[in-house]
C-alpha cells in the first residue's frame, strides 16, 4: 500500500510502499477515507521534530484522519465493520502512568508515549492502519463530511474547555488571533459557550475565510491595531508576534491560552499580568473527552461554516500541501478512499 511519510535517512518528503497492516486480536483494521494537513506535518516535513518507530528510518504521515473499520479483530469490542471512526493521536504510555489512567494521555508527563504520525508510530496518510477500539472515536453518518475536523476541534475543546475553568465569573468575551483551522474553531466553540467573539487576523476583507467567518456571525478585524481586551484571549496564529500581542490583550482577570505560537520573543507585561490577576497556559493533544465534547459541537456548529472549512485534494498532491501550504484554503484535506 502506498504511504506518505518522511525518510529519516534521506532527510526527505517521499512516498513509498509499505505492507498493509495486520490487526492483532483486540485490533481493527482500518481503510482511511481523509487525511488533513496541518502546520504540524509541515514541521515535521523540515525535520523540526518527529521521529520513526524503532528501527525504523520512515515515518508516515497524518495524524487528522476519518477512516472507515473493515475488520475486527475476535477480541475487538465496541467497533463493528463499517463504522465510521476518527483516532485520537496521543497514546497511553507504557506502562500507563496516573494521568493516563485517569484519561488524560494529553497530560502524560512520562516522556514514554508516541503521537500516532508524529513520533514513534506511524500516522494515516495511507491506505490502510490498524487501532484499538478505545483509540477510537465513532463517528455519526450525519457528520462524516466533515468528522477529518475532529482532531483540531479536540485541540481546541481542550484549550476552551482550561480557560472557562481558570476565568473567573462574568466571562463576556473572547479574542482569537489566527484566522486558521484552531483560530476559526475556537471562535466557533466559544460562540457557542456564549461569548463574544472576535477573530484577528491579517486576511484582507475580502478573503474567503474572512467571508466565511462573517457567516458564522463572528467579529473579525484585519490587524492587531485598536483591538479592546477580552476576557478570554486564544493565540491560533502560529506568529510569535501576535503571541507576544496576546499578553497585551487580556482584560482584568483574563485568561489566555497559547495554542499555535511556538517562538515568540519580546518583554512580557509581568508586572501587569500580577496586578490583573491574568492566567496564561498552553495546550496541546486532547484527551478523550475532548473528541468526545468536539463531536457534540460539531453537530452543533452551522453546516454550511464547519463545511466551508475543508478544501479537498487528491492523494498525489502531498507535495504541494504539506511542502507549501494551503493556500487560500482554511483546511486542506486530502481523500484517500471513496
Not at 48 to 68: C, W
Not at 120 to 149: K, Q, R
Not at 193 to 216: F, H, M, N, Q, Y
Amino acid at each position: 500500500m502506498k504511504a506518505v511519510g518522511l525518510d529519516f535517512t534521506g532527510r526527505c518528503l517521499s512516498l513509498r510502499d509499505m505492507p498493509e497492516p495486520v490487526p492483532a486480536d483486540a485490533e481493527v483494521l482500518l481503510e482511511v477515507i481523509e487525511v488533513g494537513v496541518c502546520g504540524t506535518d509541515r514541521e515535521l516535513a523540515h525535520f523540526h521534530f518527529g521521529y520513526p518507530p524503532p528501527g525504523e528510518d520512515f515515518l508516515t504521515l497524518g495524524h487528522e484522519a476519518l477512516a472507515r473499520v473493515v475488520a475486527v479483530g475476535p477480541a475487538a469490542r465496541g467497533l463493528q465493520k463499517g463504522d465510521y471512526v476518527a483516532p485520537m493521536v496521543r497514546r497511553v504510555c507504557p506502562p500507563a502512568c496516573a494521568l493516563c489512567l485517569r484519561g488524560r494521555r494529553d497530560l502524560c508527563v512520562s516522556n514514554t508515549w508516541n503521537d500516532r504520525g508524529v513520533t514513534g508510530l506511524h500516522g494515516y496518510f495511507t491506505e490502510f492502519a490498524v487501532d484499538s477500539p478505545e483509540d477510537l472515536v465513532v463517528i455519526p453518518p450525519s457528520l462524516v463530511d466533515c468528522a477529518v475536523l475532529m482532531e483540531p476541534l479536540s485541540v481546541v475543546e481542550k484549550a476552551v474547555d482550561t480557560a472557562i475553568r481558570l476565568h473567573e465569573p462574568e466571562l463576556k468575551t473572547a479574542l482569537v488571533l489566527g484566522a486558521g483551522p484552531i483560530g476559526i474553531l475556537s471562535a466557533l466553540v466559544l460562540q457557542l459557550r456564549g461569548l463574544e467573539v472576535t477573530i484577528a487576523s491579517l486576511e484582507d476583507e475580502s478573503a474567503p475565510r474572512v467571508k466565511l467567518i462573517r457567516r458564522a456571525g463572528i467579529a473579525y478585524r484585519q490587524g492587531l491595531d485598536g483591538l479592546d481586551t477580552a476576557d478570554i484571549v486564544v493565540e491560533a496564529s502560529g506568529s510569535g508576534r501576535a503571541a507576544m500581542a496576546g499578553f497585551r490583550l487580556m482584560a482584568p482577570l483574563g485568561v489566555y491560552a497559547l495554542v499555535g505560537s511556538s517562538a515568540p520573543t519580546g518583554d512580557l507585561p509581568v508586572l501587569d499580568m500580577i496586578v490583573k490577576n491574568q492566567i496564561v497556559f498552553g495546550a496541546v493533544n486532547a484527551s478523550p473527552e475532548a473528541f468526545r465534547t468536539g463531536l457534540t459541537d460539531l453537530a452543533r456548529f452551522e453546516p454550511s461554516v464547519v463545511r466551508g472549512l475543508i478544501e479537498r485534494a487528491a492523494f498525489a498532491n502531498y507535495r504541494q500541501s504539506i511542502l507549501e501550504g494551503p493556500g487560500q484554503a482554511v483546511k486542506l484535506v486530502h481523500r484517500i478512499a471513496d
